[in-house]
């Protein structure tokens, strides 16, 4: 299990109670189970277990947003995968 994945399956069921959790830097932080930080459609729980950031609505920075890259079955962390009309 990568990293990533062993994070959100540590964090998601944290999240999805609302439970205080501790980031990578030590802050404590109580977030309520729909939050979303980066006010895209998905909450900060969904990002944690897809592994994209829930502090930014495009995680790979390629111009797409995390939403509309799924809408159209392209990675949200893949800066080569590009969204196409019809997709």
Do not use: F, I, W
Request: net charge negative; glycine share 10%.
């Amino acid at each position: 299990m990568s990293a990533a994945n062993l994070r959100a399956a540590v964090l998601l069921p944290l999240a999805l109670v609302g439970c205080s959790q501790t980031d990578d830097a030590g802050a404590r932080s109580t977030k309520a189970p729909g939050a979303n930080a980066d006010g895209d459609c998905l909450t900060d729980a969904e990002e944690l277990a897809r592994g994209t950031d829930p502090t930014r609505n495009d995680s790979d920075g390629d111009g797409v947003s995390d939403c509309d890259e799924l809408a159209c079955v392209s990675d949200p962390l893949d800066t080569g995968e590009r969204c196409y009309a019809g997709a």
